[in-house]
C-alpha cells in the first residue's frame, strides 16, 4: 500500500480520535467512526463537547469532502460505511476497573469489529494507551479470529500512542512528536509517513511494536511517581506545619531540581496507566515497588483533603454534621470539560461521609455526564458554606469572591492548588 492510496478510519471520535481525523481530513479520504449516534450528530452540525477541536479545520475538512474525492472528513456510526476504507486507526479509551485492573473491552470490541470487515492489504493503527504486547497478545488475535487472516501475512498492524493533553491550546496534536512502529519494516514506513504528512513537530521511529507501547506506558508513570513523591511530602510537612508550596520554592532554585507540585491526580493517563503497566508486570512475575507505591500515595490525596477541612472546621467549632460545603470544580485539570477519572469525586464522597451536605460547582463540565459518570448534580448558583475547596485551577476561580461563599468568617477554605491569597485561605497542598 502507497501512503498516496490511503482512505482512513478514525475509530473513536473523542479527545484523541477528532483531532486526528481533522488533521488527516485535511490531506486524505478520511471517514470518523463512533458508535455514538448524538456524537456523529453533533460533528455533522460542527460542534464539538470536548473542546478540542480546532472547529475551523473541523469545517475545512469537512468542505473538502464535498468538493474532492481524494481528501475530506466525513463522519458515521454506520459500521458498513467502513468497509471501503483500507487504514484503521483506533482511538477507544483504554480505562480500569473497580479493581484497578485493566479494561481492554472497548478496545477488544473494536478489534472484533474490524475483524468482521478487514480486507488482505488493511492496516490496523493503534493509539489507545496498553501495556507493551497488547496489540500483539491481545488485539491480533481477535483481528485474526474474525477476518479469517494472518498477521503480517493479509493484515499488518501499527502502533502509535496518543500524546493529547486535554484542555492545551498551545501542545496540540501537530506540535507534539509522535511515536510511530509497524509490525514489518515496511509498515513501519509506512505508519511513519502517514503522521509524518501531518505532524510538524515530526516523529520518531520506534524498532518494535512492544516498545512504542513500553513508551507511552512509561512517560505517565514517571509524571505519576515523580507527582507522588512531592504528595507525600506535603503529607509529612502537614504534620511539621510547614507549608509544602515554600519547600518547593526554596528547593526550585537549583538548576536542575524538578518543580513537581502536589494535587489530586486523576484524568484518563497519568491516574490511569501506571496500572496497566504494573499489570504486565505482575503478568511476568514481577510485583513492581516504586509504581504501586506512587499510586497508593496519590490516590490517597482526596481522602487526605476531606480529612483536613473537617479538622480545620472543628478547630473553628463549626459541627460538622449537617455543615455545608462547596467544592470548586470537578473536571480531572483546568479549563478542561473532561471528568474522566477525576478524583475531587473522592473528596466529595469522604465529605459526604463525615456526614456534610456538599455542593460542586464547575463551570466547564457537562452536568449530565457528572450525574451521570458520579451521581453528583452540580449547581449551577453556589450559596453560603461553611467550607470551601478549591480543587481545580479554572480561570474563573482564581480570582473568586470568597466573601460571597462564605456562612460565616468561620467558614474554611482550603486551596488545593495553590492559587489563591494565602491570606484568604486555611489551608493548602
Known amino acids: 500500500m502507497n501512503i498516496e492510496n490511503s482512505k482512513i478510519a478514525i475509530i473513536g471520535l473523542g479527545y484523541v480520535g477528532l483531532p486526528l481525523a481533522i488533521e488527516f481530513g485535511k490531506k486524505y479520504k478520511v471517514l470518523g467512526f463512533d458508535i455514538s449516534h448524538d456524537r456523529i450528530v453533533e460533528l455533522n452540525s460542527g460542534k464539538d463537547r470536548t473542546n478540542e477541536a480546532d472547529l475551523d479545520g473541523l469545517k475545512f475538512a469537512m468542505n473538502l469532502a464535498v468538493l474532492s474525492v481524494e ?25 480500569i476497573d473497580q479493581f484497578k485492573t485493566p479494561d481492554l473491552t472497548p478496545l477488544l470490541k473494536a478489534s472484533e469489529m474490524l475483524g468482521k470487515l478487514l480486507k488482505k492489504g488493511d492496516v490496523v493503527i493503534y493509539e489507545s494507551t496498553v501495556y ?13 479470529k474474525y477476518s479469517g487472516l494472518k498477521f503480517n501475512l493479509d493484515f499488518y498492524c501499527g502502533y502509535s500512542p496518543e500524546r493529547i493533553n486535554p484542555g492545551d491550546k498551545v501542545n496540540t496534536l501537530t506540535k507534539i ?22 505532524i510538524d513537530a515530526g516523529t520518531h521511529r520506534a524498532p518494535s511494536l512492544k516498545v512504542a507501547e513500553a513508551s507511552k506506558a512509561i512517560e505517565n508513570a514517571q509524571r505519576d511517581i515523580n507527582i507522588s513523591f512531592v504528595n507525600e511530602l506535603a503529607l509529612i510537612f502537614d504534620r511539621m506545619g510547614v507549608d509544602t508550596n515554600d519547600v518547593l520554592e526554596a528547593a526550585g532554585t537549583k538548576w536542575n531540581f524538578l518543580k513537581y507540585r502536589p494535587g489530586l491526580v486523576g484524568g484518563h493517563c497519568i491516574g490511569v496507566d501506571p496500572y496497566y503497566l504494573a ?6 512475575g514481577y510485583h513492581p515497588q516504586v509504581i504501586l507505591s506512587g499510586r497508593r500515595v496519590n490516590d490517597y490525596m482526596g481522602l487526605f483533603v ?44 469522604e465529605l459526604i461521609q463525615f456526614g456534610l451536605d456538599v455542593d460542586v460547582y464547575d463551570p466547564h463540565a457537562d452536568a449530565k455526564e457528572v450525574s451521570y459518570e458520579y451521581g453528583i448534580n452540580l449547581v449551577a448558583n453556589p450559596q453560603k458554606y461553611d467550607a ?33 491569597d494565602r491570606n484568604q485561605i486555611d489551608g493548602r497542598l
Request: charged share 20%; glycine share 4%.
Open 71 to 95: 481528501s475530506g472528513l466525513q463522519f458515521s456510526s454506520k459500521v458498513e460505511d467502513l468497509n471501503s476504507y483500507n487504514v484503521y486507526i483506533v482511538t477507544v479509551p483504554t480505562p
Open 388 to 420: 470551601v475547596i478549591l480543587a481545580v485551577a479554572h480561570d474563573e476561580f482564581i480570582n473568586i469572591n470568597l466573601s460571597d461563599l462564605k456562612n460565616s468568617e468561620n467558614c474554611v477554605v482550603f486551596d488545593i492548588k495553590a492559587i489563591l
Open 177 to 198: 512528536k509522535k511515536v510511530t512502529s509497524g509490525s514489518t519494516p515496511e509498515i513501519a514506513d509506512l505508519v511513519d509517513g502517514l503522521y509524518s504528512s501531518i
Open 306 to 349: 476531606a480529612n483536613k477541612v473537617v479538622k480545620l472546621m472543628i478547630q473553628k467549632g463549626i459541627t460538622i454534621k449537617g455543615a455545608k460545603a462547596l467544592v470548586l470544580g470537578v473536571t480531572f485539570k483546568e479549563n478542561c470539560p473532561d471528568i474522566r477519572n477525576s478524583k475531587v469525586v473522592d473528596i466529595n464522597n
Open 279 to 284: 499489570h504486565k508486570a505482575e503478568s511476568l
Open 132 to 144: 507493551p504486547g497488547c496489540t500483539e497478545e491481545d488485539c491480533v488475535p481477535v483481528l485474526e
